[in-house]
């Protein structure tokens, strides 16, 4: 899936969550799989915590920044 020069691939990057990146995509992970997803946009996992990966399931959402108390922690 080649991108050309007249319709640039186009990511995003957020503070806290995965990159978004305008589809179709493939992914070569580092174990030499390939992921494709003809989607419109898809989510690149960046914590590794996804059990989809490479694609994000949103599991960055359950860990704590630092510093951060968890709601268990608060009482």
């Known amino acids: 899936m080649p991108n050309s020069s007249e319709h640039p691939c186009r990511i995003t990057i957020g503070d806290d969550g995965p990159l978004l990146m ?3 995509v493939e992914v070569t992970c580092a174990d030499g799989t390939v ?3 003809d989607r419109f ?3 690149l996992c960046m914590c ?3 059990r989809m990966y490479p694609w ?6 359950r860990r704590t920044q630092p510093g951060e108390k968890s ?3 608060t009482g």
Do not use: M, N, Y
């Not at 994000?56 to 959402?61: A, F, K």
């Open 71 to 73: 709601r268990r922690d």
């Open 22 to 24: 305008e589809g179709p």
């Open 35 to 37: 992921a494709v997803s």
């Open 48 to 50: 590794r915590r996804s």
């Open 41 to 43: 946009v898809v989510a």
């Open 56 to 61: 994000c399931d949103t599991s960055h959402r």
